[in-house]
């Protein structure tokens, strides 16, 4: 008996409470050396024209927590701001990548949210990709940032930016009240909810928002994942098909992108790349966004999902539609050019571990 009730305390544990694997693609460099770096990037920048190469192979190269220790060196030996010095010395989207890398992915979520809330009329895009694809404890971190960087509460400049359902949707999310895992799987809820979703969609005229608000922002990921199948079995449309024929517009966005991150979050994530790189140029500001917000948390998993679903790798694909600099700096941080890597890499950050992430 004793022996059992240890299993079962183990599989509470790798169920439950157990931090995420993460899968990055930028991790802490070995042999670092924060003032040689400083004193590199003080070099890179006062050369005729700057040199941009090096500090691209420095700030992409190193952790968020080593890029801070440089930082400090660098005011140390150069009597001022790094941040203040790459604003002077960089442009354009460059400029906006390697100041992005400068904060941490926390405060870079909240900085982008801020953005997108700021002077007339607000970037939806944004604020649906950030705050819908964000798990409990990412949003959690991202509130208390955004407090600490903007002296305001993110839930009243949300409120203050966005109107109607699509408001009260994305400060349902914001508030965090989402269910952790459970170890008991309780299929009445799950039927319960599946029907709820149906009774209060499809089944009716007209949209019973209020209850797919509540169920999408509050039920655990694993729950809502078993849902959504059960949801089959009542209504003769998937989940996304009858989100696409009851709501239109930001909401419509929003409920699709929830429940594509519920299903695979970094599908999710390589399907946005996919797409700010379907025209000739690219979205640089999405780009840019997805790769600094997920190069130290998944952005390894993007890419092996990316390759999986388009046929081809992200290195590439990004080597097609940009240039320059810029293009230099993205391939950094993306790494690797096929799939190889990324098994030998999930093998290594998390033997044993084959799960869906959120």
Not at 77 to 105: F, V, Y
Not at 135 to 158: H, R
Not at 180 to 194: G, L, R, W
């Amino acid at each position: 008996m004793a022996l059992v009730s240890e299993f079962l305390g183990q599989l509470t544990l790798s169920y439950g409470g157990e931090v995420e694997p993460t899968f990055p693609t930028v991790v802490a460099a070995r042999d670092f050396d924060p003032a040689k770096d400083a004193a590199r990037i003080e070099t890179a920048i006062k050369t005729k024209g700057v040199d941009e190469q090096t500090i691209t192979d420095i700030l992409t190269r190193r952790s968020y927590e080593q890029r801070r220790e440089i930082a400090f060196e660098y005011e140390r030996l150069a009597k001022k701001d790094l941040i203040t010095a790459l604003k002077g010395a960089l442009s354009g989207s460059l400029e906006a990548l390697m100041l992005g890398l400068m904060k941490s992915t926390a405060q870079y979520d909240a900085s982008e949210l801020k953005a997108s809330m700021k002077g007339l009329g607000t970037d939806e895009e944004t604020l649906i990709e950030i705050v819908c694809s964000r798990n409990n404890e990412e949003l959690a971190e991202i509130k208390k940032v955004y407090k600490e960087m903007f002296k305001k509460e993110l839930e009243k400049d949300v409120a203050g930016d966005t109107s109607g359902d699509f408001a009260k949707l994305l400060l349902a999310l914001v508030q965090t009240k989402r269910d952790e895992p459970s170890n008991v799987v309780d299929y009445e809820k799950i039927d319960e909810d599946a029907r709820c979703l149906y009774e209060a969609g499809v089944k009716r005229k007209g949209t019973d928002v209020a209850t797919w608000i509540s169920i999408m922002a509050q039920r655990s990921v694993p729950h809502l994942q078993k849902v959504f199948q059960r949801y089959k079995s009542y209504s003769p449309y998937d989940m996304k098909e009858s989100i696409r024929k009851e709501v239109k517009g930001d909401l419509e966005k929003s409920f699709l992108t929830l429940v594509e991150c519920f299903e695979n979050r970094q599908l999710y994530f390589a399907n946005r790349l996919s797409d700010a790189m379907k025209s000739k140029g690219a979205k640089e500001k999405v780009l840019t966004r997805i790769i600094v917000s997920r190069c130290e948390v998944d952005l390894m998993k993007i890419r092996t999902e990316f390759k999986k679903q388009h046929k081809r790798s992200l290195y590439q694909t990004i080597a097609e539609h940009t240039k320059g600099d810029y293009q230099k700096a993205l391939l950094s941080l993306c790494g690797g050019n096929s799939g190889r890597e990324e098994a030998a890499h999930f093998s290594l950050v998390s033997p044993g571990v084959c799960v869906n992430l959120i």
